[in-house]
């Protein structure tokens, strides 16, 4: 330690200044040298103090140990490198798809609340823009009601069963209303082309 380096040092020096004090002056220089360089020596093999170590200048450095992974029953299995999980993308919204009941016409303009709901993902918050909009002329026009991306690709689901007819006001008329005659249209309140179409020759029959 630097205490025994410093006792040792003083020894040195106190036994070689007694020495001097009776040689000539010519061995007294070559003396003098020979006590400097045992002193050099001496703090040369000397250890450094342990706050020295502490702070790592003289630690050798060391290895990253390899990480440890565990699988779902707790054995062992190779980690995944983190260059894979920065690469893997954020999966999106899952998206509704159609149903095996589900209409093949969407008639955005002849639509109420209650035909969205066999068309799964679009009731009621994409249906309730879209029927705040309607009428539209275009496909355009009606995914530019939407407000999100997500929405978009939800619509997008259907768009091969989107059509954009003309609003007709007699078949309208009865939606609002829901009323709905058994044969003519109303065994059920899905929406379907079929039923709207019987809607629409009721409507014509009572007229005549």
């Known amino acids: 330690s630097g205490s025994r380096c410093a006792v040792a040092l003083a020894l040195l020096w106190s036994s070689s200044a007694v020495a001097l004090h009776n040689e000539p002056s010519g061995r007294r220089v070559v003396l003098q040298r020979t006590a400097a360089?045992?002193?050099?020596?001496?703090?040369?093999?000397?250890?450094?103090?342990?706050?020295?170590?502490?702070?790592?200048?003289?630690?050798?450095?060391r290895e990253a140990e390899e990480p440890t992974c565990y699988g779902p029953n707790y054995e062992k299995v190779p980690c995944t490198p983190a260059s894979d999980l920065a690469d893997a993308a954020p999966a999106g919204p899952a998206l509704?798809?159609?149903?095996?009941?589900?209409?093949?016409?969407?008639?955005?303009?002849?639509?109420?609340?209650?035909?969205?709901?066999?068309?799964?993902?679009?009731?009621?918050?994409?249906?309730?823009?879209?029927?705040?909009?309607a009428p539209f002329d275009t496909k355009s026009a009606a995914y530019a009601a939407l407000d999100t991306p997500t929405e978009i690709q939800q619509l997008n689901v259907y768009d091969r069963y989107i059509v954009i007819r003309p609003r007709d006001n007699d078949l309208m008329q009865y939606k609002n209303a829901g009323v709905y005659f058994r044969g003519k249209g109303g065994d059920t309140k899905r929406g379907d082309a079929l039923r709207d179409q019987e809607i629409v020759n009721l409507q014509r029959e009572r007229r005549q």
Request: proline share 11%; hydrophobic share 50%; charged share 15%.
């Open 96 to 133: 509704a798809m159609p149903a095996a009941d589900t209409p093949d016409t969407l008639d955005l303009n002849n639509i109420v609340a209650v035909d969205f709901t066999v068309f799964p993902g679009l009731y009621p918050t994409i249906g309730g823009k879209l029927l705040k909009k």
């Open 37 to 61: 360089a045992s002193a050099a020596a001496l703090f040369a093999v000397s250890p450094r103090p342990a706050h020295a170590a502490r702070k790592g200048m003289m630690a050798p450095k």
